[in-house]
């Protein structure tokens, strides 16, 4: 009898069934260092369970199904009448209220609110990071409605419930909210004070009505949107709520849904605004300096998102090596994949400890770790956003032909990987912002160097590339061309800081030999054949 034409050997088992957070050690091992000892249990604890969750068969498929089945826009309900709403598919429903339930939009006035925030970020990023957009954003809605205490008053409670509510109605009547953003136009992008959006005073102090159209509306599903906009005393921050208080629909008319590269599961739109009723936030002609914060929180959502999409390309290929056989024995044993698989460890374990530092400076709160937060979060966004494109690639190659088939996780991860490099200002603007930070707050700089200084003497590699940083600050004459530069050196230096401090001597070592001593080449996989590459591989392993 003849044997069978199909039988399956050597395929990897799927990485399913194990707890995210746990298995990322760079992850854990920066939560533990950041965290008072006192809420140590609690924390881990949380951050476990939510682990658990995301690594779980069952919702990794809701984070397949939710990508695979993007949303629809219903402008119209079947008698004709506008009703501009977004359908979801229920797996989107389902990611979404568990990000909500674990404190995703929930950081403000916990303890060590933001550090195990960002950690869970981490975490939820890699089931799909289509849903964090609204989750980043209505957490990062608060520090802005602080501007004025009544409507702090009135929306923080529902912004920071840990209760998802999906349903629209009026905004007193749910017990959890989210808010979205619209800040773009089409003729300004970046540069908001282009804008064109005009709001008109109302007779009630404080609302407007607002004209006009936002090119880039993310999460239109929203409750809530702060939105930009030129009143009579230039551009000012606004409130657009989805539902007025009597029940009936705001002016809000999506007028399509953007077609992305990736990001599929979310909605990004354009609306139009038409005697749209608005509450004013912050005083008029200070839009920007009212909406900054929410920026800053949003940026650092990039560094962590991207963080998050970087560790679960290197653990797809770690997982793949391990397991496959090729040329007489595993993958990852051939000395030529394990460089390649430790330089994209070190690269996700550096972009990790960057974003969980600068979760923790956002807990401090003190003078000099605000200082270190205004220089260091848009030189990470621009690098860490900048690393995370071609992890995600060298990483798909690592699972070969498996790698490139839709079936697989990796082209969902390659497509989202450029976006948070996009998102709330790209390389350019955060290379600007880095500048800006430089020339116009000399105490940004002194914390910097206060950090990185923490590290002199622990590595020569470090301490050189330290000096010719100093060496490129003494001359600033024509540095706005050189700023993409100084923003990369600032933010691998730091990062070189941080892994000699705090990591395991081969993952420092390594890192200071391939990004700082110049011993790494282009291209993933040229560190020096004499480190300890094996064991930087290890720790990068998802253990089951």
């Not at 090119?215 to 239109?220: H, I, L």
């Not at 991207?306 to 044993?333: I, N, P, W």
């Not at 003078?367 to 621009?382: H, S």
Request: with cysteine; hydrophobic share 40%; glycine share 10%.
């Amino acid at each position: 009898m003849a044997g069978s034409t199909h039988t399956v050997t050597n395929q990897v088992p799927p990485l399913v069934g194990y707890d995210v957070f746990s298995a990322d050690r760079a992850l854990a091992d920066a939560v533990a260092r950041h965290l008072d000892p006192d809420l140590r249990e609690e924390v881990l604890g949380e951050l476990t369970a939510l682990g658990r969750t995301s690594g779980s068969a069952q919702v990794q498929d809701w984070g397949r199904l939710a990508n695979e089945n993007p949303p629809r826009l219903l402008t119209h309900d079947r008698y004709g009448n506008r009703s501009d709403e977004v359908e979801f598919h229920p797996s989107w429903h389902r990611l979404l209220g568990k990000g909500v339930s674990a404190g995703l939009t929930a950081a403000w006035g916990r303890p060590a609110g933001h550090l195990r925030r960002a950690a869970a970020f981490v975490v939820w990023t890699q089931v799909e990071a289509g849903n964090g957009c609204p989750l980043s954003m209505t957490h990062a809605a608060v520090p802005a409605l602080r501007t004025d205490p009544e409507l702090a008053a009135e929306w923080e409670p529902r912004l920071t419930s840990m209760v998802y509510d999906q349903e629209l109605r009026p905004a007193h009547h749910k017990a959890g909210a989210l808010f979205g953003m619209g800040m773009t136009e089409k003729q300004g992008g970046s540069d908001v004070r282009a804008n064109r959006t005009s709001a008109r005073p109302l007779a009630e102090d404080g609302t407007y009505e607002l004209t006009g159209h936002k090119w880039f509306c993310s999460a239109p599903m929203s409750d809530g949107f702060l939105v930009l906009a030129q009143a009579p005393g230039g551009l000012t921050c606004f409130l657009v709520p989805r539902v007025l208080r009597d029940g009936t629909r705001n002016v809000f008319r999506i007028q399509r849904l953007k077609d992305k590269l990736g990001n599929r599961s979310n909605a990004s739109a354009e609306v139009e605004f038409d005697g749209t009723w608005a509450r004013r936030v912050g005083e008029e002609g200070r839009g920007v300096r009212t909406i900054i914060e929410m920026v800053a929180a949003t940026r650092l959502d990039c560094v962590l998102g991207s963080a998050g999409l970087m560790r679960q390309a290197v653990a797809q290929a770690v997982h793949h090596c391990t397991y496959r056989e090729a040329f007489g024995g595993k993958l990852v044993d051939k000395p030529l994949m394990r460089n390649v698989l430790a330089d994209l460890a070190l690269e996700s374990e550096a972009a990790t400890a960057l974003a969980l530092r600068l979760a923790a400076a956002w807990d401090d709160g003190g003078e000099q770790e605000r200082a270190l937060l205004r220089i260091a979060v848009p030189a990470a966004k621009y690098w860490v956003t900048k690393r995370c494109p071609p992890v995600a690639v060298e990483a798909a190659e690592c699972l070969g032909g498996n790698g490139y088939v839709e079936e697989s996780l990796m082209p969902r991860l390659v497509r989202e990987s450029p976006l948070n490099s996009i998102w709330e200002g790209a390389g350019n603007v955060q290379a600007l912002d880095v500048l800006r930070a430089l020339q116009r707050e000399p105490g940004a700089l002194d914390a910097y160097l206060r950090e990185v200084g923490q590290a002199r003497g622990a590595d020569h590699r470090l301490d050189g590339a330290i000096k010719d940083l100093l060496t490129e600050l003494a001359d600033l004459e024509g540095v706005e061309g050189r700023a993409r530069r100084l923003a990369e050196r600032l933010a691998l230096v730091l990062q070189g800081s941080l892994l000699v401090r705090f990591a395991p001597p081969q993952v420092a070592d390594a890192f200071c030999a391939g990004r700082l001593g110049g011993d790494g080449g282009a291209v993933f996989g040229t560190l020096p054949h004499t480190l300890d590459l094996a064991s930087v591989v290890e720790r990068a392993r998802p253990v089951s």
